[in-house]
């Protein structure tokens, strides 16, 4: 089991992750996943909360073919078009996903771009295969 070290004596205060989770044995890997849906349509033009949704949902379901789920992550990568007008609603599908009193590690960047102009938001994610 994961061990979530979420805010180490002596560590500034965080906001949704914990500064460092160890993990012991495997470890699932998911590639950025993007507001596409299983047919490869953008889901959520324009709208940041229905992409980060599609992108939740095809996390859970690339660890789920791994033998992991979102309760199994232990580090999220999260890339955004626009830091200021899209955080809040990440920040709030993202707290329906994970408990707070362990949140997995996090980092967030703001990236010029991603490979499709419409995609605000990418997610890639680290996780234990689930027990």
Same mark, same amino acid.
């Given at each position: 089991?994961?061990?979530?070290?979420?805010?180490?004596?002596?560590?500034?205060?965080?906001?949704?992750?914990?500064h #460092?989770?160890a993990?012991?044995g495997?470890? %699932?890997v998911?590639?950025g996943?993007?507001?596409? +849906?299983?047919?490869?349509? @953008?889901?959520g033009?324009n709208?940041?909360?229905?992409?980060?949704?599609?992108?939740y949902?095809n996390?859970?379901?690339?660890?789920? #073919?791994a033998?992991?789920?979102l309760?199994h %992550?232990?580090?999220?990568t999260?890339?955004?078009? +626009?830091?200021a007008?899209? @955080?809040?609603?990440l920040r709030?599908?993202?707290?329906?996903?994970?408990?707070?009193?362990?949140?997995?590690a996090?980092?967030l960047?703001?990236?010029a771009?991603l490979v499709?102009p419409a995609?605000r938001v990418?997610i890639?994610a680290?996780?234990?295969?689930?027990v």
């Amino acid at each position: 089991m994961p061990r979530h070290h979420v805010r180490p004596e002596g560590s500034p205060p965080v906001n949704g992750y914990s500064h #460092a989770v160890a993990v012991p044995g495997p470890l %699932v890997v998911v590639s950025g996943q993007v507001p596409l +849906d299983a047919e490869g349509r @953008l889901v959520g033009e324009n709208d940041t909360e229905a992409q980060v949704r599609r992108v939740y949902a095809n996390l859970a379901t690339a660890l789920e #073919a791994a033998g992991s789920g979102l309760a199994h %992550v232990v580090k999220y990568t999260f890339f955004l078009t +626009d830091l200021a007008r899209d @955080l809040p609603a990440l920040r709030a599908v993202r707290d329906e996903h994970q408990d707070p009193a362990r949140p997995p590690a996090s980092s967030l960047v703001q990236v010029a771009a991603l490979v499709h102009p419409a995609f605000r938001v990418e997610i890639e994610a680290l996780a234990v295969p689930a027990v």
